[in-house]
């Protein structure tokens, strides 16, 4: 059983994927994939030797040895010439360490990210869409009481706003996903009474801003 965080990545699979996960830790997204056919291959890498011991562990008992590559080390490092990898998934890990794994030279190579970042979605569109992608699409969910966000990207140069790049193309028109940044910025709002002037005021228009939004929505 993988959990409904996991289980909301495998759709933005397609068949012309050739998958690395980074980070797999315990690989059980990679044995999801291959055991519905989502794909028939996949390189699953760890930079942590624990974590990866724990993936290979439940390749084996799944007899998927053949099918999911196991390997240990940081990011795309793992990648030889003759790997045809144009997809890479990255979940569980904050945007800084994500930034870190795409600052290689060979991001050329890819085609397609598929991430869950655990924060700052903002630096995450703006920096990758810097790099040479464009935002596919995204999707706000919740799992646990927990709040997620998949953002896909591919190979390509869009423009976008800077109330595209902090709330996402998609999401600014997501009615769930409004509600949520209000509740945030409202509570921020409420709770601080003493809050300088100037970050009230910066509160309030963004308060407008998202309502605005939210209108349009409904
Ligand atoms: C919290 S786990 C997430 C596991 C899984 N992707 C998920 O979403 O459930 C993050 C994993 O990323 C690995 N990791 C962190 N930095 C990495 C890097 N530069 N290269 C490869 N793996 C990395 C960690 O060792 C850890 O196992």
Redesign the pocket.
Known sequence: MISKR?KTLVKYVDEIDNIM??????AL?DIYLIKNKYTDKIIA????EN?LNAGIENIKRNNLESKIDARL???LDVLSDDDTINTLLI???GTS?IL??LDNDKIERIYKLII?SNNDHDILRKKVTDLGFYIDSEEYFQDNNKNYINIVFKKGNRSYTKTELKYGPFLINNKEYLEFELSKIYKIYNLIPKLKLRYRLELRLEIIKLNKYLKKCS
Not at 21 to 26: L, P
């Open positions: 996991l996960d980074i980070g797999c830790d315990h997204l890498s760890d930079i942590h974590a080390g940081d990011g979940s569980g890990m360490t870190k794994i869950q």
